[in-house]
Every structure is written in C-alpha cells, then in structure tokens.
C-alpha cells in the first residue's frame, strides 16, 4: 500500500468515527434534553421522516416527514418535556460512504419512553443521510422505522428493603 492509498483509508476511518461519534451525539442529547447541542447534530434543512412510527400509533397513513431544523428541535422538544425520561441506544452501525462528504448509514434501535405511568419501548431502525459541510459531518435525514412497539404499564412498588438497607 503506498502513502496515497494510506492517506485515504485514515481519513476513511477518520470520517466513520466522526459520523458514529455525531450519531452517539444525537441519542446523549435527546435523552438529556440538551436542545441546543441536539440542533448542532443537524444541516438547517433535515428531513426527518417519522411516518412509520406515526401510521402505527394512529392506526392509520401519516405523513410524519418534519422539514427543518428549528421545526424539528420544537417539536420533539415539546413532545419530551423533563417529566418524561427517554433511552435511545443504536447499535451496529451499517456506514456507506457514497462520495467524499455524503454517506448513509443504518443503526439498528431501541428505546425507550417514560412518562412515569406507562412505557413505550421499541425496536427498530434509523436510516440516516449524512453530509460534510464545514469540516464537520452533519444528519441531512433520518428515517425513524420500529418494528416492534411495546406498550406496559408501570407498577408503583418500592425497592426491596435489602436494597433500602444499601443507602441507609
């Protein structure tokens, strides 16, 4: 391999950590609510495509595409206000690169919304778009798709008295 060819595989593995880095980004600010760091993640004009998970909680088709950054910062920041805890994980990153500053990239999902009576908790995909602008890789779009959505109900229990007796 000659330096050329070296030079272009480090800055391929550079671009993958920095895109897996942006997406751990995502997941870490939404669930702790940092608005302002979670916009940062994405171009002034993201796509995101939540139309599978909307048809499924309506019963019926959804257009759920939200275009805009401002747009989708107030909207899912209002749709998780701080009485509602969330975990998003992804998993097992698929990164394509499709030219020197665009790849794609499926993660696999799980998640989880509480809002202290009941729970959501899914299993499914991001399929996301991202592009290099600036020096910095950045969410053109997302597509959130679960495949398996369930709905429980919490139990008001206290922690058993051994556990207690720990912090005591």
């Given at each position: 391999?000659?330096?050329?060819?070296r030079d272009v595989v480090l800055r391929r593995i550079?671009?993958?950590?920095?895109?897996?880095?942006l997406k751990a980004k995502y997941f870490w600010c939404v669930d702790k609510k940092l608005w302002i760091d979670w916009a940062?993640?994405?171009t002034e004009d993201i796509e995101a495509d939540f139309s599978d998970d909307f048809s499924r909680l309506a019963g019926r088709p959804i257009d759920g595409v939200i275009r805009g950054r401002h747009k989708l910062v107030s909207m899912i920041s209002a749709s998780?206000?701080?009485?509602?805890t969330s975990?998003?994980?992804g998993h097992m990153p698929q990164i394509e690169f499709t030219g020197p500053d665009t790849a794609?990239?499926?993660w696999q999902l799980q998640d989880c919304i509480d809002d202290?009576?009941?729970?959501?908790?899914?299993?499914?995909y991001y399929r996301d778009g991202y592009v290099r602008q600036n020096g910095q890789w950045l969410i053109k779009r997302f597509a959130l798709e679960r495949l398996l959505v369930e709905w429980?109900?919490?139990?008001k229990v206290s922690p058993p008295e051994r556990l207690r007796a720990l912090f005591q």
């Open positions: 391999m000659n330096v050329e060819d550079q671009d993958l950590e920095a895109i897996k880095q940062s993640v994405f998780l206000p701080k009485e509602i975990v998003h994980q794609t990239g499926v202290g009576d009941r729970q959501l908790i899914g299993f499914g429980r109900v919490k139990e």
